[in-house]
């Protein structure tokens, strides 16, 4: 039977406005007045638009679709609703100058305590954010005993060009190590100044382009590395990495301490090596008693082991194993976090003294 062809009802005003009802569900502010939505296209009723997410990494895109179908589900007439995804991840506006161009947003893997995964989290967190979309730097700043290319499996970095080095680049992620400069056994035995300056090379001699994230990791510990980072990049914040024992989240806290005194954001802790062999708990207990979100559990487990020796981070060699499924809700929540305190920056949370009366 011939059923007429309707002309369109639903219009781009009721859109947005039932839209404008629909919240991030992290920065808990509407998708239209965050600027999130782009190109709405109406055909005989039916809807199409892009949500332009301030992560690649957002692990909350199917709570903001269904939100949004529900959202425009009663508007009279409405056709079929497609979703088309998009990013553009907010900078931390503290970065400024020449290293603003470059990083976005930069995240430091820290742990007071060493062994304890740093490493292992920053290569499989930038290759999972990468994975994701997001364009990812890697910076070793494990100076004097620098794992990321190993772990990374990669050998060499190219060759500079124009008196910048250019990163190495493997799984999406853009790397540069000291180990790309000093033969395997020799060993460096730096004073702070040496490490202050080589730290700052690795930052601006570099051609890192443009990042919206940089991973950065720490050696252990709380020394001049630390200092130094946060001294040349006002870092966005930092990921604590700890053991399940006890006595291993009391050097965690000491980390987490430093950086706080250093006015760097803690932006959650992780407990890697859990299970029977170290038990659980001290990451969530840790973040409990200083007031930071928990982002995960990691399991200790032989193939996250094998693939750090093989330089096949499990994310990649067994990316639906208990420890790389674990890690991607990491991924996701770091983001997500980083996104939050972008927002905020954005928002100062003081009334100017001439505002008030
Ligand atoms: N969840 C895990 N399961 C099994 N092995 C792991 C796990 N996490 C890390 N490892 C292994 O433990 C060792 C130490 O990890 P890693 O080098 O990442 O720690 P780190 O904190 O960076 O150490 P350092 O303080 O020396 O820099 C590595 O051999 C790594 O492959
Ligand atoms: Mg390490």
């Known amino acids: 039977m011939f059923k007429k062809k309707t002309t369109s009802s639903v219009t781009e005003e009721a859109v947005m406005a039932a839209l404008s009802t629909v919240m991030d569900p992290e920065l808990h502010q509407d998708l239209v007045s965050l600027g999130m939505i782009r190109d709405v ?9 892009t949500i ?15 939100d949004a179908e529900r959202a425009l589900s009663p508007i009279p007439g409405m056709g ?53 979309g997001a364009r990812v730097g890697l ?46 056994d020799q060993p460096l035995i730096w004073r702070g100044a040496m490490l202050h300056s080589a730290i700052n090379q690795l930052l601006t001699d570099v051609e890192w382009g443009e990042l919206d994230y940089l991973i950065i990791d720490l050696p252990p510990g709380t020394g001049d590395v630390q200092l130094t980072l946060a001294q040349i990049l006002p870092l966005t914040g930092s990921v604590v990495v700890t053991q399940p024992m006890k006595v291993a989240a009391a050097d965690a806290l000491r980390g987490l301490k430093m950086f706080e005194k250093l006015d760097v954001p803690i932006l959650g802790i992780v407990e890697n090596m859990s299970g029977d062999l170290f038990g659980t708990g001290a990451g969530t ?8 979100p928990y982002f995960g559990t990691i399991p200790l ?15 990649v060699a067994d990316p639906k194993s208990e420890a790389a499924v674990a890690l991607r809700e990491v991924a996701g929540k770091v983001a997500a976090r980083v996104s939050v305190l972008a927002m905020q920056k954005k928002t100062p949370s003081f009334i100017p003294i001439e505002m008030v009366g």
């Open 285 to 292: 207990a840790l973040a409990e008693s200083e007031s930071v």
């Open 52 to 66: 332009v997410l301030t992560t690649p990494s957002c692990p909350l895109k199917g709570v903001m679709q269904k």
């Open 80 to 132: 079929s609703v497609t979703i088309k995804w998009d990013s553009n991840v907010r900078a931390d506006s503290r970065i400024g100058g020449q290293l603003g161009k470059h990083f976005r947003n930069t995240i430091a893997i820290s742990s007071g305590k060493g062994g304890v995964g740093k490493t292992t989290v920053s290569v499989n967190l930038a290759i999972l954010l990468a994975q994701d």
């Open 139 to 184: 910076l070793d700043a494990d100076i004097l005993g620098p794992n990321v290319p190993m772990m990374m499996g990669i050998g060499q970095m190219p060759p500079p060009r124009n008196q910048k080095l250019i990163p190495a680049e493997r799984f999406g992620v853009k790397v540069i190590s000291m180990a790309f400069m000093v033969k395997p």
């Open 301 to 315: 487990q032989t193939a996250v082991r094998v693939g750090g020796d093989d330089g096949e981070p499990i994310a």
């Open 41 to 49: 296209e109406i055909d005989n009723n039916d809807v199409t638009f």
